[in-house]
């Protein structure tokens, strides 16, 4: 029996790995588990899961969790370091990371020190922090297994090879609502539009960073820390989500891992790794795919794309800062604070005014990207 630390319990990967969970009793457990706000789902799933332990960040909210749970034999924590508390208990196998955002950093590296494996879903955390949290993840003897599901493939051509051997990653990506698009068409995308994937249903943040192929600018930073940051990616738009990426090896061999868009298969490998079971999943139907389709990515129509692999050459405070700016960014197009096109040029502004610095300590990321989440909000309210 695993037992599950459940770290964004409410959103869609939480939702997901729930489900799995919920397929699979006698191999999993959910010891614990945290959520963001959504205290009426969380309270829910805490009366389904009887989870020891859960943590809210948002403290106002405490005291009706409270009320929600009160029949229940639960422990309750509050905040950023109630998170913390339920990511590094004793009797946890395994930490799963499905928090938005930057908001999943401190847990995820309080679970690494801790030495707790890591079922990876926030890609923020390795973005903003690749270096950083790779560095705790081996003095601890931890574990990182990636649940995005490009990562997951990735992670799961490698089985039996050696890093070494590989020439270069082949990064699939969707290309988005908006892959047909042009220029014009772009000009009056509302978040309706956006928040209309054609292949994949996830939570509203990824959805609109899939639309500007910023997802596809953090999977690729995201590749590099957990695969070698010299190792080559490319990216290659693959509009219909059944190859989810490959590895090239040096003998030129393509490793290729296929299969339906439904990231509960991902969620699944990353608890049962190395192992495999029975998912209860509808197979892949190849000959009614009919055609797979490769192309070039557009760096013109997502400009994302280039500053997420410009803020990697960059390096050092950079990537945190790319990040900090686009969440910002993304979450002002959501509230329709600001135009579509403006989430690109505000990142691009954003990374124009910073001056990176050496990364000697996690303080020195939370101070990056503290600032250009400032500046961002600053050129919001000066332009709108
Ligand atoms: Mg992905």
Not at 32 to 42: P, R, Y
Not at 96 to 112: D, I, T, Y
Not at 228 to 238: A, L, Q, S, W, Y
Request: some cysteine.
């Amino acid at each position: 029996m695993k037992k599950i630390s459940l770290l964004g319990s409410t959103g869609s990967i939480g939702v997901n790995t729930l489900d799995v969970v919920e397929r699979n009793p006698e191999n999993f457990q959910i010891l614990a588990m945290s959520a963001g706000t959504n205290v009426d789902l969380f309270a829910e799933q805490i009366r389904k899961f009887k989870p020891k332990f859960a943590a809210l960040f948002e403290e106002q909210k405490i005291p009706l969790l409270k009320e929600k749970v009160a029949d229940l034999d639960v422990e309750i924590f509050s905040g950023e370091e109630g998170c913390v508390t339920v990511a590094t208990i004793d009797e946890i196998d395994i930490v799963v990371s499905g928090v938005v955002g930057k908001a999943g950093l401190l847990p995820a590296m309080e679970a690494l020190k801790a030495g707790k494996n890591l079922a990876l879903a926030n890609k923020e955390t390795l973005v903003i922090a690749g270096e950083l949290i790779l560095k705790e993840a081996q003095k601890a003897n931890s574990n990182i297994i990636p649940i995005d599901s490009e990562h997951s493939a990735i992670f799961q051509a490698l089985n039996g090879e050696r890093k070494e051997r590989i020439k270069k990653i082949i990064l699939t990506a969707s290309g988005g609502p908006f892959r047909t698009y042009n220029a014009n068409q772009m000009e009056s995308i509302t978040v309706k539009d956006a928040l209309n994937h054609p292949n994949w249903k996830m939570g509203s943040k990824i959805t609109i960073d899939s639309s500007t192929m910023m997802n596809k600018g953090l999977e690729y930073i995201e590749a590099k820390w957990l695969f070698g940051i010299e190792t080559p990616v490319e990216i290659v738009v693959h509009a219909q989500s059944i190859i989810h990426s490959m590895i090239e090896f040096v003998d030129t061999s393509i490793i290729a891992q296929l299969g339906i868009p439904d990231m509960r298969v991902p969620i699944a490998y990353a608890l049962t790794y190395p192992d495999r079971f029975e998912c209860n999943l509808p197979s892949l139907d190849l000959t009614a795919m009919g055609n797979l389709t490769f192309e070039v990515p557009d760096f013109e129509r997502f400009p994302c794309l280039q500053f997420a692999i410009n803020a990697m050459e960059i390096g050092k405070t950079m990537p945190a800062v790319l990040n900090a700016a686009n969440e910002i960014a993304v979450e002002a197009f959501l509230n329709e604070l600001i135009p579509y096109k403006d989430i690109a040029e505000l990142i691009r502004l954003v990374m124009h005014n910073h001056i990176p610095t050496k990364l000697n300590e996690l303080q020195d990321i939370l101070d990056a990207d503290q600032w250009a989440r400032e500046e961002t909000t600053k050129l919001i309210t000066v332009a709108h």
